[in-house]
């Protein structure tokens, strides 16, 4: 069976490894260097894995077939409405550094259908199990967001604070994910507070971007900086910011500044 792999970054390749090891026919798209070849990669494809950069996503939507199955691995999206007109979606996240992945180093994951679990199956992967599509999207956006938050406020790991900042954040997560008409106790998957916990530190780029805007008030990310992007999307109104929500409503108007 032919799978396409829309993104050849480092969790892409992490996946697809994952994928050839189980014997499927990978074909990869990257869109940073190819602009004609998206039509061939798809066309004859039984599954399509989405693992681009989010900000990639409302290009190449246009142009998928919509009644192909479409697993998403790309984290930084905060709406499924993004997805409406796809017809078979699901969606595979959780704590897990691509290095580590292809280091075959012990990995959880969150799932939201059961293939995807036959498709990765090999024994230093977890999984853990919801059907709350839009929660796990939402987990996978909104962990990036609190761990910049994490790094402006300069909390270590392991220590007393961040863990303090884990227990306020992932119950404002939890918040989040109710107003937005997601199960709130999604939050207690991998996908989630696990997720959470491993991003709130180096190597996460969006705590080091954090921790270097927090002494650098003018610093510039190099590389993409899922957070930066959902903040952008979160201040022009794609989701509903309950009240409770402090942390978040905090890094709102300092992100302004993030230009």
Known sequence: ??????????????????????????????????????????????????????????????????????????????????????????VIS????????????????????????????????????????????????????YAIYAGIKGLERDSDNIKKYINVASSEMKLILAANGAKADTVDCYCGIDDLILTCGYPSRNYEFGDKYRKNSNYKAEKTVEGISALKRIRRGEIIVPDGAVLLKELIKISENFG
């Not at 993104?7 to 940073?32: P, V, W």
């Not at 246009?62 to 984290?75: G, M, N, R």
């Not at 075959?104 to 992967?125: C, G, P, S, V, W």
């Open 94 to 145: 959780g704590p897990g550094f691509a290095d580590d992945i292809k280091a075959h180093k012990k990995t959880h994951l969150t799932i939201t259908d059961n293939r995807l679990e036959q498709l990765f199956k090999r024994d230093y992967l977890v999984f853990d199990f919801t059907d709350d599509f839009v929660g796990v999207l939402m987990c996978g956006a909104l962990k990036n967001v």
């Open 1 to 90: 069976m032919k799978i396409a792999i829309l993104g050849a970054g480092a969790f892409g390749t992490a996946l697809g490894g994952i994928l050839a090891e189980n014997g499927y026919d990978i074909d990869y798209y990257d869109s940073r260097i190819e602009k004609e070849r998206l039509s061939d990669v798809v066309s004859d494809a039984k599954i399509i894995l989405v693992a681009v950069p989010s900000s990639s996503i409302p290009h190449l939507l246009p142009y998928l077939p919509k009644d192909k199955p479409l697993a998403i691995a790309t984290k930084g999206i905060l709406s499924g409405k993004t997805f409406e007109k796809f017809k078979d979606c699901m």
